[in-house]
């Protein structure tokens, strides 16, 4: 009896499963087949009653009915429905998404754009020259001559007798001098190099950005407001600083600009060398020599320049205490700005 019944089950799935034809019905059949309360569950029910003799036939004709059901389901499952029962368990849309690592500008770029921002805001340009220079541009033409004690100021690469790596940026002034006539005004960006021993203050390749500004009555005054302007822009207004005398070949006078060291405040500490006082740029009135060399006419025009290292101005802003970070592109430096 029961083998009877078992062939009009499988005859009743064969029949439903031709005309299964989407999910939703595939859904139906495994609740009347295979569900708990299903068909073949039933029948598996009745097994028990089976004489015991006629038990191991019925079993065995039980299980590959089970078998093929299964199967046949199995197999239209993958056609129509498997999608969504995988999808709805797989993804969860109410999850926050996963963060992507995004780059970002390094922070030697991210100081030099506030720097030309804040320049380009007073009026200045921006340009850029050479990293490999002549001897006349990075020296002679800056009031440099030859065996001048001056040059031992700049700890220089020769590639040849006449070719240096630029030791400043410096030697630009003098490049947009000789193509431009007054007023001038403008910045120069740019990689140095020097020959020193690496260390957490000073490193062989490091970057700088002049300024210059010529015109007729350029005052030292005028110097001071531009860059003072700039201080307070770049480190905020509540700044202290003060100008100190100084020599530069290419400058007459020279000064160089402190502001209050930012470890003790002006205190006196290690960072400031217990001055209070922290040197962020040179500067100064171009020298009437320089003009010489790209012929300007220094009874007519007068000018100032200036001039800082780009990584010491970062590292003064962020207390960063050795230069060498900027270079090792190591992550757990570059992510933090
Ligand atoms: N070139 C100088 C240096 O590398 C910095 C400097 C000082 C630049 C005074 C200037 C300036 O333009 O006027 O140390």
């Given at each position: 009896?029961?083998?009877?019944?078992?062939?009009?089950?499988?005859?009743?799935?064969?029949?439903?499963?031709?005309?299964?034809?989407?999910?939703?019905?595939?859904?139906?059949?495994?609740?009347?087949?295979?569900?708990?309360?299903?068909?073949?569950?039933?029948?598996?029910?009745?097994?028990?009653?089976?004489?015991?003799?006629?038990?191991?036939?019925?079993?065995?004709?039980?299980?590959?009915?089970?078998?093929?059901?299964?199967?046949?389901?199995?197999?239209?499952?993958?056609?129509?429905?498997?999608?969504?029962?995988?999808?709805?368990?797989?993804?969860?849309?109410?999850?926050?998404g996963s963060k992507y690592?995004?780059?970002?500008?390094?922070?030697?770029?991210?100081?030099?754009?506030?720097?030309?921002?804040?320049?380009?805001?007073?009026?200045?340009?921006?340009?850029?020259?050479?990293?490999?220079?002549s001897d006349f541009y990075n020296f002679e033409a800056l009031n440099f001559p030859p065996d001048h004690p001056a040059r031992d100021m700049q700890?220089?690469?020769?590639?040849?007798?006449?070719?240096?790596?630029?030791?400043?940026t410096t030697p630009v002034q003098i490049r947009i001098m000789e193509k431009l006539k007054p007023p001038v005004r403008g910045i120069m960006p740019g990689r140095v190099y020097r020959n020193e021993a690496i260390s957490a203050r000073s490193f062989c390749m490091f970057h700088q950005v002049d300024g210059i500004y010529v015109d007729t009555d350029v005052t030292f005054a005028e110097l001071k407001g531009t860059l003072v302007s700039f201080a307070k822009q770049f480190y905020g207004t509540d700044l202290k600083y003060r100008f100190r005398p100084s020599y530069?070949?290419?400058?007459?006078?020279?000064?160089?600009?402190?502001?209050?060291?930012?470890?003790?405040?002006?205190?006196?500490?290690?960072?400031?060398?217990k001055t209070g006082w922290l040197e962020i740029l040179g500067c100064g009135m171009v020298d009437p020599n320089v003009f010489k060399h790209v012929d300007y006419d220094s009874e007519k025009y007068t000018g100032y320049a200036f001039g800082m290292g780009i990584e010491r101005i970062a590292m003064l802003k962020y207390g960063i205490d050795d230069i060498r970070m900027f270079f090792e592109n190591d992550h757990r430096f570059l992510k933090q700005f």
């Open positions: 009896m029961l083998f009877e019944e078992i062939d009009r089950v499988k005859q009743d799935f064969d029949q439903d499963i031709k005309e299964a034809d989407s999910d939703k019905k595939l859904e139906l059949i495994r609740i009347k087949y295979l569900s708990r309360k299903g068909l073949v569950t039933q029948l598996f029910g009745q097994l028990k009653s089976v004489p015991k003799a006629d038990k191991p036939s019925v079993g065995k004709k039980l299980n590959s009915l089970r078998q093929e059901i299964t199967a046949a389901f199995n197999n239209l499952k993958l056609k129509y429905g498997g999608d969504d029962k995988v999808s709805s368990a797989a993804i969860d849309l109410t999850l926050p690592k995004t780059g970002s500008k390094h922070l030697l770029i991210q100081t030099l754009d506030e720097i030309k921002n804040i320049f380009k805001g007073m009026g200045f340009s921006v340009y850029e020259g050479p990293e490999l220079e700890d220089t690469f020769f590639v040849s007798d006449d070719f240096v790596l630029r030791t400043h530069f070949p290419f400058t007459e006078p020279s000064a160089e600009m402190d502001i209050t060291c930012y470890i003790c405040k002006g205190k006196g500490c290690r960072v400031c060398k």
